[in-house]
């Protein structure tokens, strides 16, 4: 039974809430626009909205002959092959799960994670939009009995965030200098939330590994300095996408020890 402090602490609590709701919603509408379905897509060149018909995946791209309907100009080849990637990973996830609930969620985690690996790669950003629905949606699976455990999944989603956070602040404490940025904090929070808390060194260790290579790789190109800032979703959501389709091979592959 609630005492009655309980119920008069509970009470205040919500009085507090309601009243800071205009304060949230003043924060909401001061926040960028950062909307990823508004405004609609347009040609890059002329501004021709994109229509329903012209954005079937890869179909449209051969129709158009991979050329804007309006002004001619050619599409990039980039927009099909990352439809044909997504289609093929589709297809694997598919053919592994079979259909039911594991099938959709990870046809989520799939779409997500090849999004943010290339809007990463181009803006260096990774939404919020994308980051924090994998979140919750990766701790819900989990809730249904998912993946791996609640538990695993709580404790995976605050080791993602505080491993990269403390990283952060250690390297900017250190040398000034950011190191990488919050949006890599929530897409390992999301990772460690789908693939638990023993995921997540494994996950770094890999992302960094190959991160690394490629970045000493462009330095040595001389396409990058050491001063440029590390896109780390770039690495991070493959990773994800990796330990989806072999996760225990990975941990056992790179942790021995704790693989199980
Ligand atoms: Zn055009």
Redesign the pocket.
Known sequence: MASHEDVERRAALKKRLLEARPAFGALVAAMPDEDLGRPRSR??????PIGALENVPLVSYAVLRGR??????PISPRYPAIELLTGLLFAAVAWRYGLGVPMFASLALVAGLVALTFIDADAMLLPDAITLPLLWVGLLVAAFGGFVSLHDAVWGAVAGYLSLWSVFWLYKLATGKEGFGYGDFKLLAALGAWFGWQAILPIVLLSAGVGAVVGVTLIVAGRKTMASRLPFGVYLAPAGVLMLFAGPRVIDLILPTIGQ
């Open positions: 040609c890059g060149s002329c501004g021709h804007c309907s309006a002004c001619g100009t």
